[in-house]
Structures are given as structure tokens and as C-alpha cells.
């Protein structure tokens, strides 16, 4: 099955002297979500960098981008997620059995089994054995963490997102931490900055960024605004990202000072004065350095893989349990700040031309005698 799939044939001096295909695998193509973004900003680069560049995906839900070759496999039922996982991957392998690319490199985002290279994008679900044990006892856990550890033992190397994960992986996995690269972290497209200005002593617009809202903290950000409204009485909140339907309650004794907006592909973040990321899990975090590069301050936890880019002169970040008066001083001072907030930069190039140095070398171990990595159960809590 491994030769099937990798022929042996791929030279490296052939990849030297043209540029390589490149074969990336993820379930929804286009700028619909944080992973999802990655993944077309660094495929567009790629293409830009002359890569030949295939991108094989459920459905494609922009316009397809000329240059890149798009093959869709067709949606699947999207729950139980860990069946849609085993689906898409089952539909990726017969589409690799029926198109044979020996001489290409296949860069996965999912949970596939037919990669060389895979990156991570979120907290592993390993996680879950931080929870008391009954938590364990269910089909999808077992099959999650199949699913996980078959992704990771498989590829030749493993890029995690942020330092953040990195760290789990090591934690979770350390059998297989020797495949584990430096961390390659989103980049960042340059956007309408916010003028710096003067916000008036008592109002402001903190600005709350993120669909699943539990996990993000907005329960604290509601808390902390509702707290500084007591001295900055016409503060405003601006809540983007969840369903208003389901937040709604947060602002039951609200009588104004809060705006829900929904869903939006892209925050105008030149609108606001500070934006508040509490969350508790955040493994990056790319509203942060959007923020940063519209030059508008940030208060963020110390939970957020993102943090490592944030200075005090770009904003503060506060333990993820710290009091609800820690987060309302917090915002106090950012509000009340008078020096010009630094431009954060970090462009989408960096990140395809970062990431270079690692397709070389999965190409050296995919054309070494060893091949492919197989599946490794090491570890594994299940009986197989």
C-alpha cells in the first residue's frame, strides 16, 4: 500500500532543479475559517513562489484560484466528525490510487492516512485524558484518538502552528517528537489600520472576535465591560462571530452598550479602540495578529498561542483565570494609552518560504530505503 502511493522514484535533484508539486489535503478550500485561511493564503504564495500546486478538498467555496489545480471529492455528512474524518479520508486515497503522483509531496491539514507531511492546527484531542476517566468510554473518543495518532505517526514530519501546540504534541506524543519541526505561525494580510487617537474618558469600543465563544472567553469579556461601564458609562461592546440567538442571555440586564453582528468573514478592526481575547484554549489565535497589524491594542490570555507576538507596547496579556478586575484594569490602560501602537507584521510569504527547508527534507526521508513512516500504535490506551 505505502509503494502505491509513494513510488520511490522522486530525485532530489530533480526537485532542485524544478520547483516541486506540491499535493495539499484539506476538507473545505477557501478563506471560510482560521485553518481554512491558512491554507489558501499559504497555497496562493506557494503558487506565486512557482510551486506546481494541487489542492485536493471537499468542495472548493470561493472561486477557484487561476494557477492552482482544485479537485473536489464532494462533501460529506459532516457529523459524527470522526466518521466525516474516516470518509474524506477514505475518498482521498481512492482519489491517490486512481492518479498516481510519485513525484510529489502531499502536505496534509486532516486527518488523513496518505501523507508526507501534516500540519497541526488546534490543541490535540489527547487532551481529553485530563478529563476523569469516564470521559473515555465513548466510541468517538477511541476513534478521535485513532484518528490523531494515526495522522502523526504517518507523516515524516509534523509542523505545529504555534508554540503552543508544540508543546502539547510534546506532551501528548514524545514518542514522536523527533518528527516535530519549529513552529510555522499564520501570517497576517495588511488591512486598514486604526488612526491612532484620543478614546474619550468615558466611552470606548472593545471589540470580542470569535464564533466558538465558550472557549474564547466571551462569559469574561461580557463581565469586565459590564464592570468598566460603571466608570466609562457609554463603553460599547462589539460581540462578532457567535449567533446572537445563543449569546443573547450574557446581556439579559443589559439595557444598551453592546452590538451583536454575527458571523463576519473579516473584522474591520480599524472600528475599534481594544480588542479582549480571554480565552481559556486558544492553540494560535489570528484575530490577535490581525488586530495587531490593524495597530489596534490587544488584551489577551496567556492561553492564546498568538502571545508570543505581543509586546507591552501592543497590548497585555493576563493569565487565563486571572480576576474579572485584572481584565477590567487591563482594558482601562489600554483604553487610556496615549503612544502610537506599533505595526505588526508578519506576511503570508514568510510563511510559504518558512516552510521550505522541511518539504527538502521529507522529500530526502520519502526518497530514503525506509520510505514512508508506518502506523505506530505506541502508546495507544485502546486495545486494536
Known amino acids: 500500500m505505502r509503494d ?90 481512492r482519489w491517490l490510487t486512481a492518479n498516481p503522483q510519485p513525484e510529489s509531496l502531499i502536505h496534509s491539514h486532516e486527518r488523513i492516512s496518505s501523507h508526507d507531511i501534516t500540519t497541526f492546527h488546534c490543541s490535540p484531542f489527547a487532551t481529553v485524558f485530563e478529563k476523569p476517566w469516564w470521559k473515555l468510554i465513548s466510541l468517538r473518543v477511541v476513534m478521535q484518538l485513532f484518528l490523531e495518532r494515526r495522522e502523526l505517526s504517518k507523516a515524516s514530519h509534523i509542523v505545529p502552528n504555534s508554540p503552543f501546540i508544540k508543546q502539547q504534541l510534546e506532551h501528548y506524543y514524545p514518542e514522536l517528537a523527533y518528527k516535530l519541526t519549529a513552529p510555522v505561525m499564520p501570517g497576517v494580510a495588511t488591512g486598514m489600520p486604526r488612526t491612532s487617537h484620543q478614546v474619550p474618558t468615558d466611552g470606548g469600543v472593545i471589540a470580542f472576535v470569535g464564533k466558538e465563544w465558550k472557549r474564547k472567553g466571551l462569559q469574561i469579556a461580557v463581565a469586565a465591560v459590564k464592570q468598566l461601564r460603571l466608570t466609562r458609562p457609554n463603553l460599547k461592546l462589539v460581540v462578532i462571530g457567535p449567533d446572537s440567538s445563543k449569546i443573547h442571555h450574557l446581556f439579559a ?47 489577551i490570555s496567556d492561553a492564546c498561542g498568538a502571545s508570543v507576538h505581543v509586546t507591552p507596547a501592543s497590548g497585555t496579556i493576563l493569565p487565563h483565570n486571572a480576576p474579572i478586575s485584572a481584565w477590567v484594569n487591563a482594558l482601562d490602560r489600554q483604553l487610556s494609552r496615549t503612544e502610537q501602537m506599533p505595526e505588526f507584521e508578519r506576511g503570508w510569504r514568510k510563511v510559504a518560504q518558512e516552510y521550505v527547508k522541511y518539504w527538502r527534507s521529507a522529500i530526502n526521508k520519502k526518497s530514503s530505503p525506509e520510505g514512508r513512516p508506518e502506523f505506530s500504535t505506541s502508546g495507544w490506551p485502546y486495545p486494536l
Open 4 to 93: 502505491q502511493f509513494f513510488p520511490l522514484t522522486a530525485k532530489i535533484s530533480d526537485v532542485t532543479k524544478n520547483k516541486l508539486h506540491l499535493i495539499h489535503v484539506v476538507r473545505r478550500y477557501g478563506p471560510v475559517g482560521g485553518m481554512e485561511r491558512y491554507v489558501w493564503e499559504l497555497t496562493l504564495q506557494l503558487q506565486k513562489l512557482g510551486y506546481r500546486i494541487t489542492v485536493i478538498c471537499e468542495r472548493c467555496h470561493v472561486e477557484k484560484p487561476p494557477g492552482i489545480t482544485v479537485h473536489e471529492l464532494g462533501e460529506v455528512a459532516q457529523r459524527p466528525h470522526w466518521l466525516a474524518a474516516l470518509r474524506f479520508d477514505r475518498h482521498v486515497s
Open 253 to 299: 440586564d443589559w439595557p444598551d452598550g453592546y452590538i451583536l453582528k454575527g458571523w463576519r468573514d473579516q473584522a474591520d478592526y480599524a472600528e475599534f479602540d481594544v480588542l479582549l481575547h480571554p480565552a481559556k484554549a486558544e492553540p494560535y489565535g489570528m484575530v490577535i495578529s490581525e488586530a495587531m497589524a490593524a495597530k489596534l491594542p490587544v488584551v
